[in-house]
């Protein structure tokens, strides 16, 4: 995904990544049979794993004086998700195995309605 942000622009690779991963973690979480599962995981698996393009975005949008602050911020937010995600998902476990994907599914969904809020402002 990387390439093709350099080619065409950040912003609208990174809208279709986080549609692509609340589409994959939305089949996952409904999905009963293990094809779905699979469709789900791909889809999550092909649009997922944007991190180098979060960085290139926020590298055009900050100035350079400040770039180190924000990708710190940028690490740490990835790094107390994937501390509080495993405690998180076991706690709610006691509501059903399906019930781990959707709060994952609302996350994606805040943080694409947060990058079309981004850009608002930076118009």
């Known amino acids: 995904m990387g390439s093709l942000s350099d080619k065409y622009d950040k912003r609208p690779i990174l809208l279709i990544n986080l549609l692509g991963s609340s589409l994959g973690f939305f ?36 100035p350079k004086k400040e770039r180190t602050k924000y990708f710190g911020w940028i690490s740490a937010v990835a790094g107390v998700g994937s501390m509080a995600g ?26 694409f309605t947060a990058l079309l809020y981004t850009k608002k402002l930076s118009e």
């Open 86 to 111: 495993p405690i998180l998902g076991g706690a709610l476990t006691i509501f059903g195995l399906k019930t781990l994907f959707f709060p994952t599914l609302l996350g994606v969904i805040f943080c």
């Open 27 to 62: 089949i996952f979480g409904v999905g009963g049979a293990l094809w779905v599962l699979f469709v789900g995981r791909i889809i999550e698996g092909i649009t997922g794993g944007i991190i180098g393009t979060l960085f290139a975005y926020f590298s055009d949008l900050v």
